[in-house]
Antibody
Framework: QVQLQESGPGLVTPSETLSLTCTVSGSSISYYYWSWIRQPPGKGLEWIGYVYYTGSTKYNPSLKSRVTISVDTSKNQFSLKLSSVTAADTAVYFC????????????WGQGTLVTVSS | EIVMTQSPATLSVSPGERATLSCRASQSVSSHLAWYQQKPGQAPRLLIYGASTRATGIPARFSGSGSGTEFTLTISSLQSEDFAVYYCQQYNNWPLTFGGGTKVEIK
């Protein structure tokens, strides 16, 4: 069973860059596609993008200009960077796995709340 | 972008009763539709994929149907642990998109 755990700062200053890491256990990071999804407080889910172990990525056009997702196969981790954040980026950020690049999300991390505030 | 619309926003149901949740896509997503359950403070849990296939460990009281643009999640006999928010998600087109959710609450 794949297990995922998000980590990173819970508070980010406006205009700065949000950085999160997801550590994968129970599976090699080479076996799946890996995504980030976010959920503003009290609202619905928004897919941010995915990365494959080769480094191939795809992003949601709504965030594409500000997002970078990367993978570190040696650490079995993948990461999210979101630049120029505003209060609208305050959300719980989840990492999740997909079996193929266009698929349902079968395993999820517990999520981490990131607040954008000065 | 495919817009996923769920209805109703809130569904009040008594334990033991049947719940029927709807999800409509703004254009056809074939059978590339998943359902998730989310409880407060938790991550979503995959219930159904391929519109009608239960994920591993999901009880048989959960069933999904539909194709194209109209989909339904049915919970045949609601248990106390089923009161939660349910989301649909399409994976037929980029970007992957979710519906706004249906909250199933105790009547």
């Amino acid at each position: 069973q794949v297990q995922l755990q998000e980590s990173g700062p819970g508070l980010v200053t406006p205009s700065e860059t949000l950085s999160l890491t997801c550590t994968v256990s129970g599976s090699s990071i080479s076996y799946y596609y890996w995504s980030w999804i976010r959920q503003p407080p009290g609202k619905g889910l928004e897919w941010i993008g995915y990365v494959y172990y080769t480094g191939s990525t795809k992003y949601n056009p709504s965030l594409k200009s500000r997002v970078t997702i990367s993978v570190d196969t040696s650490k079995n981790q993948f990461s999210l960077k979101l630049s120029s954040v505003t209060a609208a980026d305050t959300a719980v950020y989840f990492c999740a796995s997909l079996f193929t690049m266009m698929d349902s999300f079968d395993s999820w991390g517990q999520g981490t709340l990131v607040t954008v505030s000065s | 972008e495919i817009v996923m619309t769920q209805s109703p926003a809130t569904l009040s149901v008594s334990p033991g009763e049947r719940a029927t949740l709807s999800c409509r896509a703004s254009q056809s997503v074939s059978s590339h539709l998943a359902w998730y359950q989310q409880k407060p403070g938790q991550a979503p849990r995959l219930l159904i994929y391929g519109a009608s296939t239960r994920a591993t460990g999901i009880p048989a009281r959960f069933s999904g149907s539909g194709s194209g643009t109209e989909f339904t999640l049915t919970i045949s006999s609601l248990q106390s642990e089923d009161f939660a928010v349910y989301y649909c998600q399409q994976y037929n087109n980029w970007p992957l998109t979710f519906g706004g959710g249906t909250k199933v609450e105790i009547k």
